[in-house]
């Protein structure tokens, strides 16, 4: 169990365990003799990802920040995924039951990273936190319901639509506080509105980015994603994220690094972003 402190804030990893993707898609127009040193595939060339979700415990409201895959795919999407669904059981390791959560963030709605918002109970979809309000941007929403079909293989429907039509999930426009001291921030590239994370206490700050910086081996500005709708805006976005996030030294919370779920920042020796230790 990762957890840290952030001024008066608490921050716990939790996990959905791991799960694996084609390492060319994640890597996009970088050749596979490049990322390869990073991370090596396995014989059906996947490598493993992490779902990395964040437990903030502020002392007024529990937010949770992502939510993972869940236990909704199909038998044959689990077959190619081989994720785990381990949230609720890195639930109760953490000593945290789904109903303290008051707020849930997606940062986007692509089925890795919502599936929890949601369990069925009697074949139908409801909110696994019953309590909580959930929050993402309108415009994200917007593009799901679009179903195009570059990219509607990412989304599933019974991850957020119950929880709109419940008014469970509130749509936002553009960047936002949610409670004090946590707020988020739009980042276009991987989709036209994927919102950071950003946290603020004691004069700390953490953020959570997302698939703009997934994990670890992403932090170059030109290693983008072959999922990202649009490629020239996530590296825009990353120098204009580590233009705050280096020189502040955010503490940067990685969505799906499997080894290292968070660090610090710094530019290295060939000026490229580079992690070093918390603490």
Known sequence: MHRTTLGDFELTILSDGNYYMDGGTMFGVIPKVMW???????????????????????????????????????????????????????????GVAPDEIDIVINTHLHFDHCGWNTHYRHGKPVATFPRATYYVQAGELQHAHEQH??????????????????????????????VPGISVKVYPGHTRDLQAVILRSGGKVAAYPSDLVSDAKHLDPTWVL?????????????????????????????THDHELPWAHLKIGEKQRPVVYPVG
């Open 226 to 254: 072959g999922f990202d709708l649009y490629p020239l805006e996530t590296i825009a976005n990353k120098h204009r994220f580590y233009q705050e996030a280096i020189p502040e030294k955010w503490l940067v919370v990685f």
């Open 149 to 178: 079909e570059r990219d509607r293989v990412s989304y599933m429907t019974d991850n957020y639509d119950p929880l709109v039509e419940s008014g469970q999930m509130k749509l936002l426009k553009g960047d936002a506080e949610i």
């Open 36 to 94: 390869e040193k990073r991370i090596a595939p396995d014989e059906r060339n996947t490598i493993p990802l992490a779902l990395n979700s964040l437990l903030v415990r502020t002392g007024t409201h529990n937010v949770l920040i992502e939510t993972g895959i869940g236990d909704k795919l199909s038998e044959k999407s689990q077959a190619i995924y081989r994720n785990q669904a381990l949230l609720m059981k890195s639930f109760d390791e953490a």
